[in-house]
């Protein structure tokens, strides 16, 4: 079984996989952290020192690669990852477990603001304007991420109960 998580960054798709790949005895991986332990950089130095369309390339890559090679995984994708390269499709390509892990506007902007550093897209965003942005980002990706089979609404809930809601809906 290979299930994909998509979401916003923010959304928790690390901390909820880990959960739900314990839950259902699954490995988990997490594409940005397989794709720094690959380019032997973290993403934000990718972005800086390299662009974000080599990032998409790469990230792109990296995706066929690992959905190609590895069964019984929970993959947590980027945010931006369904966005690019019909790597949505490279994904229904090998699974049609898809969950989008939707959080609000409100609760992305209290979880980003507290991250901004590490987040090459949102860094340069003032506080003030980072609502707007997620709203307009979030409006621009929205259309990728409500094509996920599934769907869990993650606000004011623990991991636990968010890959709890998961897990019965994958049975």
Same mark, same amino acid.
């Given at each position: 079984?290979?299930?994909?998580?998509?979401?916003?960054?923010?959304?928790?798709?690390?901390?909820?996989?880990?959960?739900?790949?314990?839950?259902?005895?699954?490995?988990?991986?997490?594409?940005?952290?397989?794709?720094?332990?690959?380019?032997?950089?973290?993403?934000?130095?990718?972005?800086?020192?390299?662009? $974000?369309?080599?990032? @998409?390339?790469?990230?792109? %890559?990296?995706?066929?690669?690992? !959905?190609? &090679?590895?069964?019984?995984?929970? +993959?947590?994708?980027?945010?931006?990852?369904?966005?690019?390269?019909?790597?949505?499709?490279?994904?229904?390509?090998?699974?049609?477990?898809?969950?989008?892990?939707?959080?609000?506007?409100?609760?992305?902007?209290?979880?980003?603001?507290? $991250?901004?550093?590490? @987040?090459?897209?949102?860094? %340069?965003?003032?506080?003030?304007? !980072?609502? &707007?942005?997620?709203?307009?980002? +979030?409006?621009?990706?929205?259309?990728?991420?409500?094509?996920?089979?599934?769907?869990?609404?993650?606000?004011?809930?623990?991991?636990?109960?968010?890959?709890?809601?998961?897990?019965?809906?994958?049975?």
């Amino acid at each position: 079984m290979k299930i994909v998580l998509l979401g916003y960054m923010g959304s928790g798709k690390t901390t909820v996989g880990k959960e739900v790949a314990k839950r259902m005895e699954l490995a988990f991986l997490d594409l940005d952290a397989y794709i720094e332990s690959s380019e032997k950089m973290s993403i934000p130095e990718i972005f800086n020192q390299k662009g $974000e369309l080599y990032f @998409r390339k790469k990230e792109h %890559q990296y995706l066929q690669e690992v !959905l190609r &090679e590895e069964d019984n995984i929970i +993959l947590s994708t980027g945010g931006g990852t369904p966005c690019y390269v019909h790597n949505l499709d490279t994904i229904y390509e090998h699974t049609d477990t898809v969950v989008y892990v939707k959080v609000s506007i409100e609760e992305l902007v209290r979880r980003l603001a507290k $991250e901004k550093a590490e @987040r090459p897209l949102i860094r %340069q965003i003032a506080d003030t304007d !980072l609502p &707007e942005f997620i709203r307009k980002h +979030l409006f621009e990706r929205a259309f990728y991420y409500n094509q996920a089979r599934y769907v869990v609404v993650a606000d004011g809930k623990s991991p636990q109960i968010i890959a709890e809601e998961i897990e019965k809906m994958l049975d």
